[in-house]
């Protein structure tokens, strides 16, 4: 019927899988890393505290025609010159929230690079930007 050989080669067919998923488990190369799709730096109109900072990271057109009342203009192309505008009015115990227009992404680009550059934590982007708040009025 079988040689032993025959037998050898079907036994380390068999076994051989199992081998290595008990042994090699821990050596995968690769990882699945299941994320919560909300980032941690984003908020709800409905989370935005009484003491809050508003940057307008729309086009200076749409900030000129409407903003949040005491929004700071805040341009990701001319970031020293807003940054100086930020510090005019920064306090520490203030979060931070940056908006543009629903479909934009550069709340978020501004939001996340002033929470690298100045290492403060109470920085958010506002989720469905502009027209969040307005719908809220």
């Known amino acids: 019927m079988f040689s032993r050989d025959d037998f050898i080669i079907f036994l380390v067919i068999l076994f051989l899988p199992l081998f290595l998923a ?3 488990h821990n050596q995968i190369p690769f990882s699945v890393e299941i994320k919560d799709k909300k980032e941690p730096y984003v908020k709800k109109i409905s989370e935005i505290p009484a003491k809050v900072i508003w940057l307008d990271a729309r086009t200076i057109d749409k900030f000129q025609t409407q903003h949040i009342p005491s ?5 990701l192309t001319n970031w020293e010159f807003s940054l100086e505008k ?3 009015v920064y306090e520490p115990n203030f979060d931070i929230v940056v908006y543009c227009d629903a479909s ?3 709340s978020k680009e501004v939001a996340k690079r002033l929470r690298q550059e100045l290492k403060v934590e109470n920085i958010f982007y506002l989720e469905g930007g502009f027209t969040a708040w307005q719908n809220k009025k």
């Open 22 to 24: 008990l042994f090699t």
């Open 71 to 75: 929004a700071i203009h805040f341009e």
């Open 86 to 88: 930020l510090f005019a």
């Open 104 to 106: 934009c992404t550069s």
